[in-house]
C-alpha cells in the first residue's frame, strides 16, 4: 500500500511539473519557429536566426531594462521598507497595531484592476505625470505587503532566548541586532526581496494603468501579441 502511495504521489507531482513548465517549452520551442508572416502561432520550421541578436527587436530591449530597473528600485525600497514593519508588528504592541496589519494585508486581497485604477486617479488628481517613477511608487505599494508577511513569518519562529544570551554575554542592542537577530531572519528578508522583485518585473495590470508613456516587459509582450509575437 505504502509503495503505491508513492508512486501515486510520484506520478502526480510529475503531472503537476509537466502542467507548470509546458507552457515555458512551448515559448522555448517556438523561438526557434521560422513562421511565415508576422504570427509565430504554426510551427514553419526550424531556424537559429532569431537567437543571433534576439535584443534586436525594436523596443524590446529597452523595455526589458525598464522592467529590470523597476522591479530593483521598487524591491529594494520595499524590503527596506517592510523589514522594519515587519519587527514592528511581531516584537511590539503599540497603539493601532490592528489598523497598520489592516493596511497591509489590504493591497494582497484587493484586485489589482481597483489598485491600478485608484492609483491612476490619485497621480492625475495630484497633478502627477505619469511615468516610471509612478510605476515605482505603485510596485512599492503592493511589494511592501508581501515583504512583510514574508518577513514576518520568519520572526514568528525566531528564538528570542538567542538575542538574551547575547545581551547576558554584553552584546547591547545594535550588536545583538546585527550579529544574532539580522543573520538569523536574513533568509526571510531575501525571500521577500526576491519575491518582490519577481512580482515587479511580471506586473501587468497596475503596470498598465501607472505607466503612461513607459513601456515594460510585460506591455511590450501585450502590445506585440496585438500584431504578431516576434520568436525573439
Do not use: C, K
Not at 523561438?31 to 511565415?36: A, E, M, R
Not at 514593519?85 to 496589519?101: E, K, P, S
Amino acid at each position: 500500500m505504502n509503495s503505491v502511495r508513492r508512486h501515486a504521489l510520484t506520478g502526480f507531482a510529475g503531472l503537476a511539473l509537466v502542467y507548470l513548465l509546458l507552457p515555458i517549452a512551448v515559448v522555448i520551442l517556438f523561438s526557434f519557429n521560422d513562421p511565415v508572416g508576422r504570427f509565430n502561432y504554426t510551427w514553419a520550421g526550424f531556424t537559429l536566426d532569431h537567437w543571433l541578436n534576439p535584443l534586436a527587436v525594436p523596443g524590446l530591449g529597452e523595455a526589458m531594462r525598464a522592467s529590470i530597473e523597476i522591479a530593483f528600485l521598487s524591491s529594494l525600497t520595499a524590503t527596506l521598507l517592510g523589514t522594519p514593519i515587519a519587527l514592528a508588528l511581531v516584537r511590539y504592541a503599540f497603539r493601532g497595531r490592528g489598523t497598520t496589519n489592516l493596511f497591509i494585508f489590504l493591497p494582497l486581497t484587493t484586485p489589482e484592476v481597483v489598485l491600478g485604477a485608484s492609483l491612476l486617479t490619485l497621480f492625475l488628481n495630484l497633478g502627477v505625470s505619469t511615468g516610471f517613477w509612478t510605476i515605482v511608487l505603485a510596485h512599492i505599494m503592493f511589494n511592501v505587503s508581501f515583504v512583510v508577511v514574508t518577513v514576518r513569518a520568519r520572526l514568528v519562529g525566531f528564538d528570542r532566548h538567542l538575542e538574551e544570551a547575547a545581551m547576558d554575554l554584553g552584546a547591547n542592542g545594535w550588536t545583538t541586532f546585527t550579529r544574532v537577530t539580522l543573520p538569523l531572519i536574513a533568509p526571510g528578508i531575501l525571500a521577500g526581496a526576491l519575491l518582490a522583485f519577481a512580482l515587479s518585473i511580471d506586473d501587468f495590470v497596475i503596470t498598465l494603468f501607472t505607466a503612461g508613456a513607459q513601456t515594460t516587459f510585460p506591455l511590450w509582450v501585450y502590445g506585440a501579441s496585438r500584431i504578431g509575437v516576434p520568436p525573439e
